[in-house]
């Protein structure tokens, strides 16, 4: 008996996604619940799931095709052969692979990779039976993919030899070119941002910040801080409570252009930006203004965690009413960030150093950083942007004011 597998809802507005791979060949033996099919959607993967367990059929969808919620991609057989002339399998007998970014052997070659552990492998073409695992049992871990990655990259361009034969024109050396098929993610990334440039009234003002006050607390609190909340005083909470004060006074910056109308939102639900294997995507910290510093980190934490293991959901990052950008953490000293549509503002970061400053008449040397904010003219007014990020400036210089909510 033939036991279809279709394509499993994907979330609110979406209606279609690519086949990205597929992780069962036909006749390997197959687990209730086991991914068998990863799906690329505009936002995030999403592994498929055995609806029961067998021996894996028939491709029906190719990798690469482009499917919609409810379509056929193959089938699963209860109790044929596999391929080859083996045995029937049993529906029970099938091994669920274990739950972490390991790859578990399997047989002498073939390996079933965790969906971090593929991801990795899939970004930088690593065939993982040339890589020696180090995780446990020898089993390949996502940092064994990295690492041959980055010894791929620093391999010599293989040279040809006059005895080669030549059957066609060898391009030059250390000149090769490779194309490359864009996932969903980075293609529905390039079509937001154009779309915000074509259609926003971008603009962005600037500003620097003294970062003195704030690293003197992190420097004094951290380490208590750490032992009672479980997680690292970070930057990120100390600008989102600033970005809030800010979005409160300025409500403007925390509205939506929707039609005709304005949307003013009373609440603060920031989108904060993270590098993700397949590109940079937005989780979204909700209901910012009512939590704590800790529970700030806390959920940041979390969403870099997800990002990493390319675990995010479609409900991690819907709405979100406000961006924070932080591009300081690869070196960037100034930057002009894009909103992320529908939102009319997003805050960028950039990296601290020691720079001469004015204080009191005086040349001192003090920690500072660039902050800049990108908005849409359409909606917010210059002044208002430039208090805002005056608002941000005032509250990271002077801690206190996120204390008593000035």
């Known amino acids: 008996m033939s036991i279809e597998v279709k394509v499993p809802t994907l979330g609110e507005s979406v209606s279609e996604a690519t086949v990205g791979q597929w992780l069962k060949k ?10 068998i099919c990863s799906l690329e959607t505009d936002k995030v993967a999403v592994d498929v799931p055995a609806p029961a367990a067998g021996v894996m059929g028939n491709y029906i969808a190719q ?3 482009t499917v919609s919620v409810g379509a056929l991609l193959g089938t699963i057989e209860d109790g044929v052969a596999a391929a080859g002339g083996a045995a ?61 990655a980055v ?16 059957v066609a024109a060898a391009p030059v050396a250390g000149r090769n070119e490779e194309r490359v098929k864009m996932t969903r993610l980075r293609q529905t990334i390039a079509k937001r941002l154009k779309s915000a440039q074509e259609t926003a009234a971008l603009l962005t003002t600037f500003n620097d910040v003294d970062m003195t006050a704030v690293m003197e607390a992190r420097a004094k609190y951290k380490d208590v801080f750490e032992k009672k909340h479980g997680v690292k005083l970070g930057l990120m909470s100390f600008f989102a409570k600033a970005s809030v004060l800010a979005l409160k006074d300025i409500p403007s910056v925390n509205a939506q252009i929707q039609g005709e109308e304005i949307v003013y939102f009373d609440y603060v639900d920031i989108s ?5 294997p397949n590109g940079l995507v937005v989780p979204v910290v909700r209901d910012v203004d009512k939590m704590s510093f800790a529970g700030i980190e806390k959920a940041i934490a979390d969403y870099g965690k997800k990002a990493r293991d390319g675990a995010l959901t479609m409900a991690d990052m819907a709405g979100g009413t406000f961006t924070i950008s932080n591009g300081g953490v690869f070196g960037g000293l100034m930057s002009t960030p894009i909103i992320n549509p529908p939102q009319s503002a997003v805050l960028g970061l950039h990296r601290i150093e020691d720079r001469p400053v004015v204080r009191n008449g005086e040349i ?26 005056k608002t941000i400036k005032e509250a990271i210089e002077d801690p206190t004011r996120l204390l008593i909510d000035m």
């Open 26 to 35: 036909p006749g390997e033996a197959v687990a209730l619940d086991e991914p």
């Open 63 to 65: 990798e690469g095709d």
């Open 88 to 148: 029937p399998v049993a529906r029970t007998e099938a091994p669920v692979p274990p739950a972490s970014d390991t790859i578990a052997p399997k047989g002498d070659d073939a390996a079933v990779l965790s969906p971090a552990v593929r991801r990795a492998v899939l970004e930088h073409g690593i065939d993982p039976s040339s890589v020696k695992g180090t995780g446990k049992d020898g089993r390949l871990t996502k940092e064994d993919v990295l690492a041959a």
């Open 151 to 166: 010894a791929k990259q620093a391999a010599p361009a293989p040279v040809v030899t006059a005895a080669a034969p030549v």
């Open 272 to 276: 904060v930006a993270v590098s993700a």
């Open 364 to 389: 001192v040397i003090r920690p500072m950083m660039y902050i800049a904010l990108s908005y849409d003219h359409r909606l917010i007014d210059g002044r208002e942007a430039v208090t805002a990020l």
